[in-house]
T-cell receptor, first 112, second 113 residues
């Protein structure tokens, strides 16, 4: 069966520091991968999605970037964090050609 | 692009009552409508979904109905239990061949024992 992992689970970072969040999927090949952000008490904001290695689409202009160095690995990065980057970051995957998404356990980021 | 409106934003019921959450979508080309349940501090989990060639789907105490003409779909939970308390998100996808869902803003369901 398929499993999606995210780490770290929790992160506290100062303003201006860099960020790297990782997501990996097991048990499937060539998945679509997605990064969402959820501010406290709010909905799901799609940040990036990828349909293959090195293929990244950005939905929202911001100081974040994403990369997909391997088929089942998706990384969210920032060079300098802002206070507004605080939130719950969720990675999701779907089978190619399918619109059913499955979410990872998330990373709770607090920027101080 | 697609726009999904979800109502109500908060729903409070007594244990054993039924709960209904409604979503409307704007693009008639959307053809897939999932519902997710998110417990506090946890990930959203898919609980039921429906495609546009079906009008209703049931899974135990949960059902989803779809009205393509009116472009709305609803989640029905019967015999609610305290463990049903969570935030529920609807979504719509399929517009223009895209598999990227547009999510509603969520409904906080509170079931009082």
């Amino acid at each position: 069966s398929q499993t999606i992992h995210q780490w770290p689970a929790t992160l506290v970072q100062p303003v201006g520091s860099p960020l790297s969040l990782e997501c990996t999927v097991e048990g499937t090949s060539n998945p679509n991968l997605y990064w969402y952000r959820q501010a406290a008490g709010r909905g799901l904001q799609l940040l990036f999605y990828s349909v293959g290695i090195g293929q990244i689409s950005s939905e929202v202009p911001q100081n974040l970037s994403a990369s997909r160095p391997q088929d089942r690995q998706f990384i969210l990065s920032s060079k300098k964090l802002l206070l507004s980057d605080s939130g719950f970051y969720l990675c999701a995957w779907s089978v190619q050609g399918s619109d059913t998404q499955y979410f990872g356990p998330g990373t709770r980021l607090t920027v101080l | 692009g697609e726009n999904v409106e979800q109502h109500p934003s908060t729903l409070s019921v007594q244990e054993g009552d039924s709960a209904v959450i409604k979503c409307t979508y704007s693009d008639s080309a959307s053809n897939y409508f999932p519902w997710y349940k998110q417990e506090l501090g946890k990930r959203p989990q898919l609980i039921i979904d429906i495609r546009s060639n079906v009008g209703e789907k049931k899974d135990q105490r949960i059902a989803v109905t779809l009205n393509k003409t009116a472009k709305h779909f609803s989640l029905h939970i019967t015999e609610t239990q305290p463990e049903d308390s969570a935030v529920y998100f609807c979504a719509a996808s399929g517009t223009g061949g895209s598999y990227i869902p547009t999510f509603g803003r969520g409904t906080s369901l509170i079931v009082h024992p």
